[in-house]
């Protein structure tokens, strides 16, 4: 359920594109430098959503440079950070940990075992400094796997579980966004988890894994039906995004909200709309 708050670089300028690249190569050094080099394997473009929000939304002092690194041993980056992006980092680790606590209980993925003992240490000091949120993230994935393993298909439960989450990482202070940012992480969280079962439709049903969706696999017009529901469950997003006073970064978060959101969606049903490869 990770990977879909991404830009689309093609609709940015060129000023966005790399101030969103040196926000995710702001967010990957703060990942080695406060849990080590294996903890990058954790890495994913969805954190640098937060650090642009929080950076947006509070204006904290930022610092920045240029340098080479493990990922890129050739060419400098410029990168940039902020007091958010070392919190978007643990948040990056949480999730990675208990995601594969999460798959090894779901599937018995060995790999999903092992790698999770590489964020074992980091995720009992994350946990320690952030126990709201890491108290969220387990009792929506503890949800999850009980719908999963009932075999209950109410994509409203397990949609809303997923939103709890995010709306708990979204909300870092107890001020006066705070109501709206955990509205917008919850709405936020429901779209994410539906695209994904979207998403999944297709390979879930070939492997009979858990898919909320998995009455309308095979029907016509899929597409449309799915881009239906979707698309009021980011109305729910915009309508609090438009409350937060945000200026600075403000056409990339939107770029992430209204374009990338929607790119594997695109790729994939526009696809198989057009040319019947196969079953949605």
């Known amino acids: 359920m990770f990977g879909y708050l991404v830009a689309e670089p093609g609709l940015l300028t060129e000023a966005e ?3 969103y690249r040196g926000c995710y190569c702001g967010l990957c050094r703060a990942i080695k430098d406060r849990w080590g080099q294996l903890a990058r394997l ?3 473009y969805d954190m640098s959503f937060l650090c642009l929000l929080f950076g947006s939304l509070y204006e904290p002092e930022e ?3 240029e340098g080479k690194c493990l990922p890129h041993p050739i060419e400098a980056r410029a990168w940039w950070k ?3 992006t070392d919190y978007a980092a643990d948040m990056n680790v949480a999730l990675a940990y208990l995601k594969c606590l999460d798959d090894w209980e779901d599937d018995g993925n060995p790999a999903a075992l092992a790698e999770s003992r590489l964020f074992k240490s980091a995720y009992e ?3 320690a400094r952030w126990p709201r949120q890491c108290g969220a993230i387990r009792r929506a994935l503890t949800q999850l796997h009980e719908l999963e393993k009932n075999r209950i298909e109410d994509a409203d439960a ?3 579980a997923f939103g709890e989450l995010m709306g708990e990482i979204l909300v870092l202070r107890e001020d006066r966004w705070q109501e709206p940012l955990r509205q917008l992480g919850r709405a936020l969280g429901r779209f994410i988890y539906v695209m ?5 439709l297709s390979a879930d049903a070939a492997r009979n894994r858990y898919n909320p969706f998995r009455r309308y696999y095979g ?3 899929n597409a449309r039906r799915f881009e239906d529901i979707l698309k009021m469950l980011l109305g729910d997003c915009l309508f609090w995004f438009d409350k937060l006073p945000l200026v600075q970064d403000l056409g990339i978060l939107q770029n992430i909200l209204c374009e990338g959101l929607w790119t594997q969606f695109k790729k994939r049903y526009s696809k198989e709309e057009s040319d019947g490869t196969g079953p949605v």
């Open 158 to 160: 397990a949609a809303s």
């Open 125 to 127: 000091q994350i946990e």
């Open 42 to 44: 954790s890495l994913t």
């Open 63 to 65: 610092t920045a440079g």
């Open 219 to 221: 029907l016509p017009d």
């Open 17 to 19: 594109y790399a101030r």
């Open 196 to 200: 994904d079962a979207v998403m999944d």
């Open 82 to 84: 902020s007091e958010f």
